[in-house]
């Protein structure tokens, strides 16, 4: 159970590296959205490292 949890956490932290990624790429990056995006990510860093 743990293990598909960690899977699951990990999976989501790097859909949200392309989605930053991706949106630092374009032109005109939404920087809102940027800090929201990183500011998710960094909640699942945290909760991985408690694990």
Not at 20 to 49: N, V
């Amino acid at each position: 159970m743990e293990q598909s949890h960690v899977s699951a956490l990990q999976l989501k932290h790097a859909g949200l590296e392309r989605q930053i990624a991706q949106e630092m790429s374009r032109p005109m990056p939404d920087l809102a959205a940027i800090q929201l995006l990183k500011k998710r990510k960094l909640r699942i860093k945290e909760e991985l490292e408690h694990i």
